[in-house]
């Protein structure tokens, strides 16, 4: 198919079929596969129409995808290239608050709006490669950059995606360190999804840091003499503000809110808005050293 052609078939479609083949190709690209059934739950439409609607997409990238009959399931192809724009801050929003997906936007605000501009960037070829991965449960080669020992190829049984809020990052067990381990996404230079799948011992359930969940207990830093605005800030209920997280996320989750968690509240910054005040719940969390001012007991 001509490059010409391909734009004047993209040019004949309806918005709701662009609607429609942009969701198909989002799933193929970030989860793998789809069903006709997919497309029929998605936008409440017969059976019929899902089939046109995979017929046309074929006619725009056959090369894209094919048909595993055992499983009714089309499948994303090594020759997969997207016929669609598909924004990385959509895409997120899909793939971890289950936003809805359609037609590429413009990502322009209803309102008046700004927020911190996204300077962590993932490719999306590596995103969906990762994120195909994740939901096959299967093993995922990869060539990793890391501070410590350079670039080099990892072998790792990849299970979630984490939004740190200054980066994404994924979990998994890593055969090359034997142990459950945070990559950044973006120091992933390439990754090939296997056929193979983790062994019990790397699995999520494993994952002691993963299934820990702590309680931080979190109060107006003493240091401020504006604790009333503090609890109307972080909607606090008698003076605390009780958060449950991951034992594996929680260094991530302080460091980005700025707590200090050292034992008596000795950080001296104007950002520092919140105290931990039982710092004892850290104790045995591996992440810990990312927050601010914390010391092992």
């Known amino acids: 198919m001509t490059q010409s052609t391909s734009k004047e078939q993209l040019a004949a479609l309806s918005h709701n079929q662009r609607e429609r083949l942009t969701y198909l190709e989002f799933c193929l690209y970030f989860l793998g596969e789809f069903r006709r059934a997919d497309l029929m739950a998605r936008f409440s439409i017969a059976s019929a129409v899902a089939t046109?609607?995979?017929?046309?997409?074929?006619?725009?990238?056959?090369?894209?995808?094919?048909?595993?009959?055992?499983?009714?399931?089309?499948?994303?192809?090594?020759?997969?290239?997207?016929?669609?724009?598909?924004?990385?801050?959509?895409?997120?929003?899909?793939?971890?608050?289950?936003?809805?997906?359609?037609?590429?936007?413009?990502?322009?605000?209803?309102?008046?709006?700004?927020?911190?501009?996204?300077?962590?960037?993932?490719?999306?070829?590596?995103?969906?490669?990762?994120?195909?991965?994740?939901?096959?449960?299967?093993?995922?080669?990869?060539?990793?950059?890391?501070?410590?020992?350079?670039?080099?190829?990892?072998?790792?049984?990849?299970?979630?995606?984490?939004?740190?809020?200054?980066?994404?990052?994924?979990?998994?067990?890593?055969?090359?360190?034997?142990?459950?381990?945070?990559?950044?996404?973006?120091?992933?230079?390439?990754?090939?999804?296997?056929?193979?799948?983790?062994?019990?011992?790397?699995?999520?359930t494993a994952d002691i840091q993963w299934n820990r969940v702590v309680e931080l207990e979190l109060v107006p830093h003493p240091a401020h003499n504006d604790a009333a605005i503090a609890e109307l800030d972080y909607g606090m209920a008698n003076g605390v503000l009780n958060v449950q997280v991951r034992a594996a996320n929680a260094g991530y989750m302080l460091r980005r809110w700025f707590v200090d968690c050292s034992p008596n509240h000795v950080l001296q910054d104007e950002a520092c808005r919140l105290w931990l005040r039982n710092g004892i719940a850290l104790y045995g969390v591996e992440s810990a050293k990312l927050a601010p001012g914390y010391v092992s007991p």
Request: glycine share 6%; proline share 5%; with cysteine.
């Open 52 to 204: 046109r609607d995979i017929g046309q997409y074929k006619l725009l990238a056959e090369q894209n995808l094919e048909l595993h009959q055992s499983s009714k399931a089309y499948r994303i192809t090594k020759q997969f290239t997207p016929v669609f724009e598909h924004r990385l801050e959509q895409v997120m929003g899909a793939l971890m608050q289950g936003e809805g997906y359609g037609v590429e936007g413009s990502g322009e605000a209803m309102l008046p709006c700004e927020y911190p501009s996204i300077l962590n960037r993932p490719q999306l070829p590596i995103l969906g490669a990762v994120t195909r991965a994740i939901r096959a449960q299967k093993l995922l080669r990869i060539r990793y950059h890391s501070a410590t020992s350079g670039e080099q190829e990892r072998l790792i049984a990849p299970f979630a995606i984490v939004d740190s809020g200054l980066r994404w990052h994924i979990r998994a067990y890593d055969r090359l360190r034997e142990r459950f381990i945070d990559l950044v996404i973006t120091r992933i230079v390439n990754a090939e999804v296997l056929d193979d799948y983790p062994k019990k011992h790397e699995l999520p």
